[in-house]
């Protein structure tokens, strides 16, 4: 059995992960952590400087202004992180790394199998098509999501930038008036409703387009991936992994 800390425990993602876990047999959320709220089926602290269990592994899916205290909690008793939560600033992300050095950290900006297939199938096409495309990401949410543009978006865009390291986001064109170069990726934000999550990436050539397009219609796509990523990293030694880690083991 692999117990859980779930941080966020009481948003949305927080309640998705909840009932995940409540239909597997091989894990259990023995604590929480949030501001706000309380939970009848575990005990939810405020925060992490109050939790007094242990556990095999932390999911978050909360705020990055929680990272600092999360992140002691977890060196301080060896507690592998599965990280979830997006938004972080440039800092931030180097302090996940450096953690890392202590700790084992799953970090992914999105827990969706079909967006990580949307990825290294943007790789390849990026390789095939080289500069003679012009690359367009389009990302929509719903009307309550703050950071913008995605995690996700930003992990589609890096992974392009591997196979094309001269790339150049490209957030508003409204600003100057000029033609587009061939090194932008575009990245565009879309907000409104109720829209759980889409991502569309564009490969725009001469006479022809190829478009690679994920729609996530529930939340349960990214708790299942969360908790799928929790059994995995029970054990694992410190280090970065992602979910390219743990497809490569299934």
Do not use: W
């Not at 949030?34 to 109050?50: I, P």
């Not at 690359?135 to 995690?151: F, L, R, Y």
């Not at 908790?227 to 979910?243: I, L, P, R, W």
Request: charged share 20%; glycine share 6%; aromatic share 6%.
């Amino acid at each position: 059995m692999i117990d859980i800390i779930l941080n966020g425990c009481n948003g949305k993602m927080g309640a998705a992960v909840t009932a995940a876990v409540s239909e597997r047999s091989d894990c259990r959320i023995v604590a929480g952590v949030d501001l706000y709220g309380d939970n009848t089926e575990y005990k939810v602290y405020r925060s992490f400087n109050d939790v007094d269990v242990k556990a095999d592994v932390i999911i978050d899916f909360s705020n990055p202004s929680v990272l600092d205290s999360m992140l002691l909690y977890s060196k301080n008793n060896n507690t592998p992180l599965v990280i979830c939560t997006t938004g972080f600033s440039e800092s931030q992300v180097e302090q996940i790394k450096k953690a890392s050095e202590d700790v084992a950290v799953f970090y992914s900006g999105n827990m969706s199998l079909g967006i990580n297939l949307i990825i290294e199938l943007s790789k390849k096409a990026a390789s095939v098509f080289s500069n003679n495309f012009d690359v367009e990401i389009i990302e929509k949410h719903h009307n309550q999501k703050i950071d913008a543009p995605s995690g996700t978006a930003l992990m589609i865009a890096d992974a392009i930038s591997e196979v094309l390291p001269d790339s150049q986001y490209v957030y508003v064109r409204h600003s100057y008036r000029q033609k587009r170069a061939k090194n932008e990726i575009g990245i565009h934000a879309v907000r409104g409703g109720t829209i759980v999550g889409e991502h569309e990436v564009i490969f725009a050539g001469h006479d022809e387009i190829l478009s690679l397009k994920h729609m996530a219609l529930s939340k349960e796509v990214f708790a299942v991936g969360a908790v799928n990523a929790a059994v995995y990293m029970k054990n694992k030694e410190n280090g970065m992994h992602n979910m390219g880690s743990l497809l490569s083991e299934t």
